[in-house]
């Protein structure tokens, strides 16, 4: 049982602070796209993505100008993130063109987040006796399918941001339940561990007592 329950002690549960922003995200695309406000949504989404690839660039500037013996590697290095920065002012100035081959990189980007749930699901959660770990495979299994469905099909923005919405909130409760299942094997793990500690306990001090009582015994005679 000991080396079961290590898969769940192991298990990073703190992933449940990403699903939590993925479940708001998912549900501001839904209601966004039900208020009439698809386009915006989808065209802020990727204006957001722009501004984080500036940051990358920017970061990437700073450090080259921070080094004082410069070589091959960061030269490429700088042109790799001046690259992305050009890249997120395009998303930033121009985002309806980025939109139409978003759901490619969206759809990747769930798909393999769903294969993650399913096979921690399995290989950490079922093996450590998690209950119900089934729930979170059943989920990962719908976030594959629609992340397929989104990278396959070419939808219209507004229909397209709903179904990312969608696939946003049932990965993440994907996610969540696998956090939660996790932290409930660990509370098992560590309640069997004093359990069993006690009772190891016990039968040490009964074998001590007990050699104790014999070594008495044999001094009498």
Do not use: C, H
């Not at 050699?211 to 001094?219: E, F, V």
Request: net charge positive; charged share 15%.
């Amino acid at each position: 049982m000991g080396k079961k329950k290590d898969k769940a002690v192991n298990y990073n549960a703190g992933r449940i602070v990403i699903d939590i922003v993925m479940l708001f995200l998912g549900l501001i695309f839904i209601i966004g796209t039900i208020a009439g406000k698809g386009d915006d949504i989808a065209a802020g989404f990727v204006r957001i993505i722009g501004a984080a690839l500036i940051v990358v660039g920017v970061f990437a500037l700073i450090n080259f100008l921070r080094i004082k013996e410069k070589t091959v590697f960061d030269w490429i290095v700088l042109i790799i993130g001046l690259s992305i920065a050009v890249v997120g002012i395009v998303f930033i100035v121009n985002p309806l063109p980025v939109i139409t081959v978003f759901n490619f990189i969206f759809g990747i980007i769930i798909a393999v987040y769903a294969i993650v749930i399913i096979v921690s699901a399995i290989g950490t959660l079922r093996i450590s006796g998690a209950k119900y770990w089934w729930f979170s495979v059943l989920f990962g299994v719908i976030a594959l399918a629609l992340g397929a469905v989104i990278i396959f099909f070419n939808f219209a923005t507004k229909t397209l941001t709903v179904v990312i919405g969608i696939t946003l909130v049932v990965g993440a409760i994907g996610g969540i339940a696998n956090a939660m299942l996790a932290s409930q094997a660990k509370k098992e793990f560590k309640a069997n561990s004093k359990i069993l500690d006690d009772a190891s306990f016990t039968v040490d001090s009964t074998t001590t007592e007990s050699d104790n009582t014999s070594g008495d015994d044999s001094t009498k005679f």
